[in-house]
Nanobody, 123 residues
């Protein structure tokens, strides 16, 4: 089992920045790929960014050039640096982990999920 705990959400003005963190605690399993997803009210959950254990990353087109995902394997922690935030980035952001290392953007392929953290961008 892998438990994921997110932190770093909050309220920010458009154009501002936030950094989300996700700490993974595991008994016997170490996460392969870790990712961030988000869900806005009335919308489906969407992929934001992913990173595997080797550091390879992938991003949704809507956040490329603005968001950066990184990972500290020693601490089993993944980060999402969000810059140039827009009102449409407002959502609940959830960390996810899968035991395999393939970079997958579909939520059904992730094995473990955090509880989510709210990010609100005021326009």
């Amino acid at each position: 089992q892998v438990q994921l705990v997110e932190s770093g959400g909050g309220l920010v003005q458009a154009g501002g920045s936030l950094r989300l963190s996700c700490a993974a605690s595991a008994d016997t399993s170490r996460p392969g790929t870790m990712g961030w997803f988000r869900q806005a009210p009335g919308k489906e959950r969407e992929f934001v960014a992913g990173i595997n254990r080797s550091g390879y990353t992938n991003y949704a087109d809507s956040v490329k050039g603005r968001f950066t995902i990184s990972r500290d394997n020693a601490k089993n922690t993944v980060y999402l640096q969000m810059n140039s935030l827009k009102h449409e980035d407002t959502a609940v952001y959830s960390c996810a982990a899968r035991l395999l290392s393939g970079l997958i953007s579909l939520p059904q392929f992730y094995d473990f999920w955090g509880q989510g953290t709210q990010v609100t961008v005021s326009s």
